[in-house]
T-cell receptor, first 122, second 114 residues
């Protein structure tokens, strides 16, 4: 298996532009997580899907951020409009999980992270 | 407030030496604790996971300990290798309900010198 695939690996955009990050989870995994990592704040969980349904989006910073999972093999994280403070590395992770309970899935099942997308907003 | 604090922030040791990284948490109720290794430019990779009832777990040259009473964990690396150079992140999961959270430490940056 190729692991979790993210695209693009690097994205540079101007403030105000729309940015779309993409993720393909490991085949057979039914839980997907979006994280953001910065030097100042470390890793932060943004949103979590189970069986394509958003379960916990309390980490999404504001309305400019939105995430979708139209099917089991694809998810997007969109920022519109982007701002310089959105500059970070965005990770997607997937895991096996059969429960909708966030903790059961996120805590007890190993998450496999993608290589990340480095976003720079100028 | 749920917090996870790691120390030191950074550490440099010579190849072959041992080292210990610390993680203190104030998370309640506690569910489990993970240590991740993150190589530069890559996503984190899970090293160990421990629940409340476990106080030690090994993964090769990595040994994690957990003291649930003092809310402390350590990651001990034996006979360090150049490939151990990475950031090590302590992650604590809280609770068993849909309102449970994952709290990340800020990580320890470990550099192994030849």
């Amino acid at each position: 298996d190729a692991g979790v695939i993210q695209s693009p690996r690097h994205e540079v955009t101007e403030m105000g532009q729309e940015v779309t990050l993409r993720c393909k989870p490991i085949s057979g995994h039914n839980s997907l997580f979006w994280y953001r990592q910065t030097m100042m704040r470390g890793l932060e969980l943004l949103i979590y899907f189970n069986n394509n349904v958003p379960i916990d989006d309390s980490g999404m910073p504001e309305d400019r951020f939105s995430a979708k999972m139209p099917n089991a093999s694809f998810s997007t994280l969109k920022i519109q409009p982007s701002e310089p403070r959105d500059s970070a590395v965005y990770f997607c992770a997937s895991s096996l999980g059969s429960s909708t309970t966030f903790e059961v899935v996120a805590a007890s099942r190993e998450q496999y992270f993608g290589p990340g997308t480095r976003l720079t907003v100028t | 407030k749920n917090q996870v604090e790691q120390s030191p922030q950074s550490l440099i040791i010579l190849e072959g030496k041992n080292c210990t990284l610390q993680c203190n948490y104030t998370v309640s109720p506690f569910s489990n604790l993970r240590w991740y290794k993150q190589d530069t430019g890559r996503g984190p990779v899970s090293l160990t996971i421990m629940t409340f009832s476990e106080n030690t777990k090994s993964n090769g040259r990595y040994t994690a300990t957990l003291d649930a009473d003092t809310k402390q964990s350590s990651l001990h690396i034996t006979a360090s290798q150049l490939s151990d150079s990475a950031s090590y992140i302590c992650v604590v999961s809280s609770g068993y309900s849909s309102a449970s959270k994952i709290i990340f430490g800020s990580g320890t940056r470990l550099s192994i010198r030849p």
